[in-house]
C-alpha cells in the first residue's frame, strides 16, 4: 500500500470541502485515515485535517493527490533535515536509520532517490538543492562533515513490489515453506535464473560447508561451470572442505565416495590448508596444478567473484580469506552491484551477513534443513527472503538438474 | 453595504478597451467588441450609477496594454473592517490579465492604501472571485482563483469564507453566476457550480435561482447599492423575482463588454 500525507486547511468543513475531498479519495478507490484533526471552536477559526492517503499503486495515489490538491489538499513537501556528522564514523543525533527498501528524501522541492539500498545506515546528502545526490552510508564510512539526513520528515520509504507474476518468489510468498511440493518450488527458482541471466542480472550464492559434506559440491560446481552463478559468498570452512576434498576425497575426514572415515582424515582440512598458505592463494594453488576439480577451481576458471569472510573459530584460515569483518563488509557491499537474484543454501551466519546488505528488490531464496535460519534471516529484516526447509544436497542436485548443469 | 454613507465604487473608462486575446469562453477574435459602442454602454452604466443610484464612482485610468483594465472589479479585495485601509491585490492566472497589476498597485498605493499580494503560484482575482454575503465571504476557486487564496484572505479578513468550486467556463468567475443582495440572501445560477457547492449555498442561505437562459445574459453580474440593483438588460424573470423582495432594478445594455465575458458588476469594485 502507497501512501502520501496530505493537509487541508481553512473553513473545510462549511464548504463541504473535507467531504469532498474525502469523496474524492474513496471514488477514486483509494483509503484515507485522518490522522489529525484540529475543528476551529468559532465560526471565522479555521479546520485544519492532516489525511494520509493510502492506495494501491503509485500511479493511482499520484493521481488522487493531483485530483485533491485542486480542492486545497496539499501534500507535505516537507523538506528533509539534515546535520553534518559530527566525527568519522559517528552519525549526528536523531540520524534517519534506512531499511532496505526503495527510499526518496524532499530535498530542493524534490525527491530524489536514494541510492546504494541497504538497511541499518543513514542517509547521505551530496551536492545542493535540487541537484542532490542521496545514498545510504554505514557507519564506518561516514567521515566528519557528511551531511545527514535527520528524522524521518522529508523521507518516502516505498513498500516492496508486488511479486513479479510467474516467478517463483511469486507464488510462495515471504513465507517459510516446508510442506510443499519441492520440485516445483526449485523448477520455479530455475525459471527465475534463466530469466534473470537472459536480463544480465547477477546471481549470487551464498553456502555453508554442509555443501562439502553431503556431497553437494559436484552439483554446486556444475552451476558454476555453466554459468548460472557470478558472485559466491562463503566462509573459510566451504573452500577449505572443498579444497579438502579435491586433494584428499574427503570433508571432514569423510570419504565422501564411499561415506567411510579415513585414517588421520581429521587432519585433512588442516593439510589442505597449508598446501593453500604453501601456495600462496587458491588461485596460486589452480596456475601451480595444485588444485584441479572442485568449487573454488570452477570459481577460478570460471571468473567468478567470491568472498570468503572469516570467522573466530576457523582454522588456518585460507589466505583469500579476508579476517577484518567490515573489510569483508565492504568487498560484499561491492560485489552485490547487479545482483538480481541471492540463493543462501545452508549457512546461518553468512546469509543473516548477506541480507543485512541486499535491497529488498533482490529475490532472495534462503535453504536451509533447520526452519530457523530462514526466520532468522527474516527476523533480521530481509523480509523479502522465501525459505526452503530442506537437505541441501537434494536442493543442489534437483536445481542443478532443472538447469541442466549435472 | 451601509445605505447610510454614499457608495462608494472605482471603474474605469474605456480609453483602451479591445479583444486582443481569447482567456474565456465568451471571447472569440472573431467577434469584436465595437468600441464606440462600448463607450457609450460604459457610459450609461456610470451615469446610472452616480446620477440615478447615486453612487460616488473613482475613475482610475486605463492602460495601453491592458484592454481586460476595464473590469476593475478583478483588481482585487478591499477589507471593509472600520479603521483599515488596505487592499489585498490580485495574481492573476493570466499573464495577459497580469500586466494590470502594477497600474492598480499605483492606484491604491498614491490613495493610501496599503497593498498584499498573495503567495507566489497562488492565482487569486479579486471581487471576481470573492463576494461578501453579510459577514461572510463566498468565494470561487477552480477556474481562475485557486482555493489555497481563500486560506489567505480568510486568514487576512479574519472572516468565514465558504469555497465554492466552479465547474462551467461559462461562469469561470463567482461574480458571473452569484451575488447577493442582502445579508442572508443570494442570487445565483446553480449550474455553475459543482453539487458541493450547491448544498452550501442552499444550507447557508435564503436564494434566488437564476434561469440558464438570463445566467447567459450575465443577471448575476450585477451591482447592488443598498434597495437598487444595478443588473444587464434583458433579464426580466430574475427582475420580477428581485422586485418581490423589494428591490428596484435599473437596467442597462452591455452587449459590447459580454463580448469579453463580463458586465455590470465587472465593470466596478467596491471601495470602503
Redesign the interface.
Known sequence: MHTETVQL???II????L??VLDIILLNGGLYEISRFDVGST??D?THAEIVIKANSRELLENIVHQVG???A?RDVEEAHSAPAPSDGVFPDGFYSTTNLDTHVMVGGKWHLVGKTEMDCAIVLTGDGASTVAACKPLHKIAKGDQVVLGDRGVRVTPAARREPGSIFSFMGSEVSSERPKELIIAGLADTMRRAKSEGKKTLFVGGPAIIHTGASDALEGLIRQGWIQVLFAGNALATHDIEKALYGTSLGVEIATGAPTSHGHEHHLRAINVIRSAGSIKDAVDSGILKTGVMKACIDEGVDFLLAGSIRDDGPLPDVVTDAVKAQDRMRELIEGVGIAIMVATTLHSVATGNLLPASVQTICVDSDADTVIKLMDRGTHQAFGLVTDCEFFLKELARQLKAL | MSTQTKPRLLMCPPTAYSLDYVINAWMSLENQPDVDLAATQWAELYRTLTEVVGAEVELIEQASNAPDMVFTANAGLIDRRPGTNRILLSRFRHAERQVEVPFFRNWFEAHGYECLEPAEKQFYEGEGDALFVGDILVAGYLKRSDIASHTWMAEQLGVQTLSLELTDGRWYHLDTAFFSPMPGRVVYYPGAFDSYAVQVIEQNFETIVVEENEALRFACNSVVLGKSIVMPSGCPILTSKLEAWGFTIYPVELSEFLKAGGAAKCLTLHLP
Open positions: 486547511d481553512g473553513h462549511d464548504s463541504l470541502v467531504s469532498k465560526r471565522t479555521m485542486q480542492h486545497g496539499a
